[in-house]
């Protein structure tokens, strides 16, 4: 970006702020699709390690850390955003839906593809893609 060898990216907008990627970047469309995976991991012989009581918590902890992962990132991007308009006079257009199922049409052959691979890992890969969508038009405009 800063060399102008690339024009824009795709990414989560907490990245306007904490890289300063809104000095850069000047115009931002909203999509709305994820795009901020997060994860909690530990080395495996570490997890084999543990009581299976603690491991239980562990894995009980998932969803209330999922939430708070969730809410925590929802409001660092408004605070990016809200400076990135206000501090380095970016610009923020929406999608429109036509334009967003064209994209999505494009993509579906990809994420058939990483479904068909990861099922075939015993993954539950068509399962996942789907509490994506079911989660993003829950939020969606949120």
């Known amino acids: 970006l800063q060399k102008g060898v690339v024009k824009g990216l795709f990414s989560s907008l907490d990245v306007m702020k904490d890289f300063k990627f809104a000095e850069l970047c000047k115009y931002v469309t909203m999509t709305q699709t994820p795009v901020y995976p997060f994860a909690v991991v530990m080395n495996m012989d570490k997890w084999n390690s543990l009581p299976k009581d603690v491991q239980k918590v562990f894995d009980e902890l998932g969803p209330q850390q999922s939430a708070w992962t969730g809410v925590y990132m929802d409001n660092t991007v408004k605070r990016s955003m809200r400076w990135s308009k206000r501090k380095q006079g970016v610009k923020v257009f929406r999608l429109p839906k036509k ?44």
């Open 99 to 142: 334009e967003k199922a064209k994209w999505d049409k494009l993509l579906d052959p990809i994420t058939a593809n990483w479904i068909k691979v990861n099922e075939a890992k015993g993954l539950p890969a068509k399962a996942i893609v789907q509490d994506i969508k079911d989660f993003a038009q829950m939020y969606a405009g949120k």
